[in-house]
């Protein structure tokens, strides 16, 4: 267990809808990091937040958006699905700080969320 | 600006060694290591930084030669619970700081 928690764990929804995917990071770590896991993509990062703040960005479509709140959980908000957004949506924690910082220290991984668009 | 990881699989005896690279185009201020097994999350091995620093598990070691941007894992004395795929990390500038992922390398240990 990594002590970063995802919820919800499975997610089925239609096409043109929109869902909103939820992570509770490890006590004390202040950057939460969303990534997007498919079989024809791999591993893809997204976005990176730090105490409540955005400090990097992957690829991450504009139908795609994610916030920090002050008690450091975040939120990844997917609208106007498509059935290319099936895939597994990790979030991780770290210790790290900083822009150049962003990715300096170890992430700690949540289970995930699968989400399926039919 | 996928980094590219090699082999893409490789099979093993328990005990025996292996080598896991990964090399990219662009210049990196960092390397990650992560092993995935099916149905679970990433788990952290080890961090390669510019300038030489390292952070990771003690049984795990790698290399990271930055002017060839190139990094390399080695699992020495393979045991039934490394298996699962190694996926490379590649921390690059590109119009801001992103953390780009290879494609993954599956290892099968046999006993």
Request: glycine residues 8%; hydrophobic residues 35%.
């Amino acid at each position: 267990d990594s002590g970063v928690t995802q919820t919800p764990k499975h997610l089925i929804t239609a096409t043109g809808q929109r869902v909103t995917l939820r992570c509770s990071p490890r006590s004390g770590d202040l950057s939460v990091y969303w990534y997007q896991q498919s079989l024809d993509q791999g591993l893809q990062f997204l976005i990176h937040y730090y105490n409540g703040e955005e400090r990097a960005k992957g690829n991450i479509l504009e139908r795609f958006s994610a916030q920090q709140f002050p008690d450091l959980h975040s939120e990844l908000n997917l609208s106007s699905l498509e059935l290319g957004d099936s895939a597994l949506y990790f979030c991780a924690s770290s210790v790290a700080l900083g822009r150049q910082g962003a990715f300096a220290d170890t992430q700690y991984f949540g289970p995930g969320t699968r989400l399926t668009v039919l | 600006q996928q980094p590219v990881q090699s082999p893409q699989a490789v099979i093993l005896r328990e005990g025996e060694d292996a080598v896991i690279n990964c090399s990219s185009s662009k210049a990196l201020y960092s390397v990650h290591w992560y092993r995935q097994k099916h149905g679970e999350a990433p788990v952290f091995l080890m961090i390669l930084l510019k300038g030489g620093e390292q952070k990771g598990h003690e049984k795990i070691s790698a290399s990271f030669n930055e002017k060839k941007q190139q990094s390399s894992l080695y699992l020495t004395a393979s045991q039934l619970s490394y298996s699962g795929t190694y996926f490379c990390g590649t921390e690059m500038w590109d119009s801001n700081y992103q953390l780009i992922w290879g494609a993954g390398t599956k290892l099968i240990i046999k006993p």
